[in-house]
């Protein structure tokens, strides 16, 4: 008998069901497709990201808790992913085959329970799945701002909805005056105070509800007491401005204006040496 006759396969299966549901989807009628949360490691060792833009929100991520930490749901996860990684053709297909069942014709479907729109093709993929099932409406969360702005704003199917979150990477390109955006806040008391109206009752109101979306805090203690009170919009704010604070200038000279730059010794050139670039402020 082979050595590795009783060795299990570490690479996860590819998954028979692609959309499930969990009991709070299941309670408002929609669907989820979900990869794992975050960054992490297949069996065979091979490292996978999920959520580049991920920032302060990977410290109290609801899906890096509770039942999506057990083996049987975390493999499952990881098979999504890896289904997509491994061939992407396939996966797209096998995503447009059960989308014709008729369980999802004027239904509704959340892209990632968990994870994100990881990389341009994967985003442009969904994009071509959701214009050929314009029978189902789909939405999501993301933090993948820049992607988003120049991949689907431009032209976006009319049956996708989607709602920027804050807590990641990209906070700063955000504009509340203008985005759908959603900011995680300690408690629904805290959303009201705030002027914004929360999506507890039905979690497509983060989509179909006023444009400034509010979700109160997951009551994990140990998340909360790492949340200290402030939104994921303000935590992620300290964070970016003390890595700010903290970054080096570039060159050793930085010109004040309305300063004569000095001219470089025994040179006939440009009398103007560059200034030191100005970071933008995080919102």
């Not at 890896?82 to 999802?104: C, G, N, T």
């Not at 050929?132 to 933090?143: I, L, S």
């Not at 200290?228 to 303000?234: E, L, V």
């Amino acid at each position: 008998m082979s050595s590795h006759a009783s060795v299990p396969a570490l690479v996860p299966r590819q998954p028979g069901r692609l959309l499930t549901q969990n009991r709070e989807m299941r309670a408002i009628g929609v669907w989820n497709w979900t990869l794992p949360a975050w960054a992490g490691r297949f069996p065979d060792g091979k490292t996978y990201n999920a959520c580049p833009s991920a920032g302060i929100c990977r410290d109290v991520c609801y899906a890096r808790h509770g039942t999506y930490t057990w083996p049987t749901v975390k493999a499952k996860h990881q098979a999504n992913l890896r289904f997509v990684l491994d061939d992407l053709s396939d996966w797209e297909e096998a995503m447009v085959a059960e989308l014709r069942r008729r369980k999802f014709s004027g239904t509704w479907v959340r892209i990632h329970d968990s994870g994100d729109f990881f990389s341009d093709v994967y985003l442009l993929a969904w994009l071509r799945i959701i214009r050929a099932r314009p029978e189902t409406n789909f939405y999501a969360y993301t933090k993948e701002v820049s992607r988003f702005r120049a991949l689907v704003e431009p032209d976006p199917p009319a049956n996708f909805l989607w709602v920027y979150s804050f807590g990641g990477t990209q906070d700063a390109l955000l504009d509340i005056e203008r985005d759908r955006v959603a900011d995680v806040f300690p408690d629904e008391e805290s959303i009201a105070a705030a002027g914004w109206h929360s999506q507890e009752a039905s979690d497509l109101l983060a989509v179909l509800g006023p444009r400034l979306v509010g979700i109160p805090a997951n009551r994990i203690p140990h998340f909360l007491k790492r949340l200290s009170g402030r939104t994921f919009r303000s935590w992620q704010a300290e964070v970016d401005a003390e890595r700010h604070a903290q970054r080096p200038r570039r060159g050793g000279l930085r010109l004040v204006h309305g300063d004569t730059p000095p001219r470089p010794s025994g040179s006939a050139g440009s009398s103007q040496t560059p200034a030191a670039k100005r970071h933008g402020r995080a919102a």
